[in-house]
Nanobody, 127 residues
Framework: QLQLVESGGGLVQPGDTLTLSCRDS????????IGWFREAPGKEREAVAC????????RYADSVKGRFTISRDNAKTTVWLQMSSLRAEDTAVYYC????????????????????WGKGTRVTVSS
């Protein structure tokens, strides 16, 4: 059972860059596809990006494509979400989630495919 913890959120200005991290202090994320989701006030939780367990596939929501980058460290202990050119509409609580899929080369933006979720980290983009 994963215990995912997100970190790196905060208050930033429009145009700034912020990098979020997702990790489990007890286990590596080697066999897990990881998704980043966000939930803005009054809105449903939506997929932002995902990376497959094999690192062969990354996918992005259209709203963040070209601005956000998801990556995994070589030791597969941490998944990063680098967010650049931040906008006010990126303000949300960001969650990472794990999907046990050690041999699958793809990842998904479908929420119910993810078995374990972190508690989220808040990102506020405001001038």
């Amino acid at each position: 059972q994963l215990q995912l913890v997100e970190s790196g959120g905060g208050l930033v200005q429009p145009g700034d860059t912020l990098t979020l991290s997702c990790r489990d202090s007890r286990f590596t994320l080697e066999h897990w596809a990881i998704g980043w989701f966000r939930e803005a006030p009054g809105k449903e939780r939506e997929a932002v990006a995902c990376i497959s367990a094999t690192n062969n596939d990354t996918r992005y929501a259209d709203s963040v494509k070209g601005r956000f980058t998801i990556s995994r460290d070589n030791a597969k202990t941490t998944v990063w979400l680098q967010m650049s050119s931040l906008r006010a509409e990126d303000t949300a609580v960001y969650y990472c989630a794990g999907d046990l899929a050690p041999h699958r080369d793809t990842c998904t933006h479908v929420r119910h495919e993810y078995d374990y979720w972190g508690k989220g980290t808040r990102v506020t983009v405001s001038s």
